[in-house]
């Protein structure tokens, strides 16, 4: 199978603890995307590569958020010191390039008590 | 207000049922995208567009761009259409993304 896959799927963490997702995108996909999605609502930007290269972040990702795509390839998203409204799916999506169609992951759902 | 408004946010059907969903924008954008989101939270990008209408099987998704508005119609509507439907438009980066329209078909 070669789309996009994220890893773990679920994740319950206590608050103030350390997590980090993993996204695969297809490969030869130079572009790769991490979104946010609380219940009941549309997914948000959170940042972007273009091959190893972070290009843009969100407002919404603080401090405490942190995302590399060391190689060009896969890329980690990691929360310090989890907090209550960190609890959401996050989603990974890779592209071809700019302005095609981007290919979602399953999502990684993140529970903080 | 926001960038991306869908509406209905609900919507039932029956079986065989015409469905219409309607996205409103206001950002300049280069393509507007629908997406379908089942129940777990997997995304399925279903149409790609910048201008006019295409096809896919049972859906169809026109944009205007002067008007910034965008429909999604789903012909004789089935149970497992049952999904949130989002509409999303983007420049040539990122994504912005409507709140979804969660569609029910019942037999």
């Known amino acids: 199978d070669t789309g996009v896959s994220q890893d773990p799927r679920h994740k319950i963490t206590k608050r103030g603890q350390n997590v980090t997702f993993r996204c695969d995108p297809i490969?030869?996909?130079?572009?790769l995307y991490w979104y946010r999605q609380t219940l009941g609502q549309g997914p948000e930007f959170l940042t972007y590569f273009q091959n190893e290269a972070q290009l843009e972040k969100s407002r919404l990702l603080s401090d405490r958020f942190s995302a590399e795509r060391p190689k060009g390839s896969f890329s980690t998203l990691e929360i310090q010191r989890t907090e209550q409204g960190d609890s959401a799916m996050y989603l990974c999506?890779?592209?071809?390039?700019?302005?095609?169609?981007?290919?979602f992951g399953p999502g990684t759902r993140l529970t903080v008590l | 207000k926001n960038e991306v408004e869908q509406s209905p946010q609900n919507l039932t059907a029956q079986e065989g049922e015409f469905i219409t969903i309607n996205c409103s924008y206001s950002v300049g954008i280069s393509a507007l995208h629908w997406l379908q989101q089942h129940p777990g939270g997997g995304i399925v990008s279903l149409f790609m567009l910048s201008s006019g209408k295409k096809k896919h099987g049972r859906l169809i998704a026109t944009i205007n761009i002067q008007e910034k508005h965008s429909s999604l119609h789903i012909t004789a509507s089935h149970p497992r259409d049952s999904a949130v439907y989002i509409c999303a438009v983007g420049g040539t980066d990122k994504l912005i993304f409507g709140t979804g329209t969660r569609l029910q078909v019942f037999p």
């Open positions: 490969s030869e996909h130079n572009r």
């Open positions: 999506a890779s592209s071809l390039g700019r302005a095609d169609t981007q290919y």
